[in-house]
Nanobody, 116 residues
Framework: QVHVAESGGGLVQPGGSLRLSCSVS????????TNWYRQVPGKEREWVAGIVDGGSGNYADSVKGRFTISRASVENTWYLHMNSPKPEDTAVYYCRVSDTTGVTSWGQGTQVTVSS
C-alpha cells in the first residue's frame, strides 16, 4: 500500500524560508508526477505547484517566483521550497503523487504557519 508522508512544516517568519518534503513508500511502480496543495479551514483545497518527471515546475500565480518544487536525489522524495513566505501562505500543505498506472495518493498534510 502506498504511503505518502509530508514533513518539514512549522512556524516560519514572513520573509524567511522553509522546505517541505514529500516521501513515498510502499509501491513497486514509478511515480511520475507530484503536486502540492494547501488548505485553510473553511476553504477548498487549492493547488500550489506541480512537477512531472523530466519537466519543470508549474506554479499557482500566488506563489510563482517564491516557491520551487523539485525532486530530491533520494528516490521517491520531492521538495517544496518556500522562500519569502507570507502570512497568507499559512495552511496545511498536502502532497499528491501519481504513479505510472494512473493511481494517485495523498499524504496527511503538514501545517505551515507564517507569522512574526
Amino acid at each position: 500500500q502506498v504511503h505518502v508522508a509530508e514533513s518539514g512544516g512549522g512556524l516560519v517568519q514572513p520573509g524567511g524560508s522553509l522546505r517541505l518534503s514529500c516521501s513515498v513508500s510502499g509501491s513497486s511502480f514509478s511515480f511520475y508526477a507530484t503536486n502540492w496543495y494547501r488548505q485553510v479551514p473553511g476553504k477548498e483545497r487549492e493547488w500550489v505547484a506541480g512537477i512531472v518527471d523530466g519537466g519543470s515546475g508549474n506554479y499557482a500565480d500566488s506563489v510563482k517566483g517564491r516557491f520551487t518544487i523539485s525532486r530530491a536525489s533520494v528516490e521517491n522524495t520531492w521538495y517544496l521550497h518556500m522562500n519569502s513566505p507570507k502570512p497568507e501562505d499559512t495552511a496545511v500543505y498536502y502532497c499528491r503523487v501519481s504513479d505510472t498506472t494512473g493511481v494517485t495518493s495523498w499524504g496527511q498534510g503538514t501545517q505551515v504557519t507564517v507569522s512574526s
